[in-house]
């Protein structure tokens, strides 16, 4: 869409497309969720573009996103909200065996949500908040890596979570 492109799935092909994704490899995916918001930001901040050109994949989060996307004459399927993707993942997690890292929100919020999700099955090998420092990014990206993770979801806001991603990817490794 004007610039970058978007993934023309629905929300059930998109979690399919994403598990096999991990399930088979390569480490160092990077799906990105774009509402307009984030389509705005990235005609401004050049670093932010970047990071999200460079995502493995990426899908329209926000009805502004499908709107244009049809204006422009490239209709999309569907809006893909990230959040619900993330849900249907872990959900895909438990019965798939993933590991998974939570990093981001606030320290009770992602206390609960690792607690909801194993009691759901997952495994929750990490999960960490997304109060620290610019300095601490890499002692985060260290653990996510060592955690071997299979799958990573952020709580970062845009563009810290597209920017920690696309510095610390090879650190990270994650599928």
């Given at each position: ?52 050109l ?52 606030t320290?009770?919020?992602v ?30 990206a260290s ?33």
């Amino acid at each position: 869409m004007a610039g970058c492109p978007v993934g023309a799935a629905t929300r059930e092909q998109w979690r399919a497309e994403l598990a096999a994704a991990i399930d088979r490899g390569p480490r160092h995916q990077h799906h990105v969720s774009l509402n307009a918001a984030k389509w705005v930001a990235m005609r401004h901040d050049a670093s932010l573009r970047r990071a999200v050109l460079g995502a493995s994949s990426v899908a329209a989060d926000g009805f502004g996103v499908v709107a244009a996307a049809r204006w422009l004459g490239d209709p999309l399927p569907a809006r893909v909200p990230g959040v619900d993707l993330a849900h249907d993942l872990l959900e895909h997690a438990a019965v798939a065996g993933w590991r998974v890292a939570l990093v981001g929100a606030t320290p009770p919020v992602v206390t609960a949500v690792a607690a909801r999700w194993r009691d759901a099955g997952v495994r929750v090998v990490y999960a960490r908040d997304g109060f620290f420092a610019a300095d601490e990014e890499r002692a985060v990206a260290s653990a996510v890596g060592g955690a071997r993770a299979d799958l990573l979801l952020l709580a970062l806001g845009t563009p810290r979570a597209e920017l920690f991603v696309a510095r610390w990817s090879p650190v990270l490794d994650v599928g």
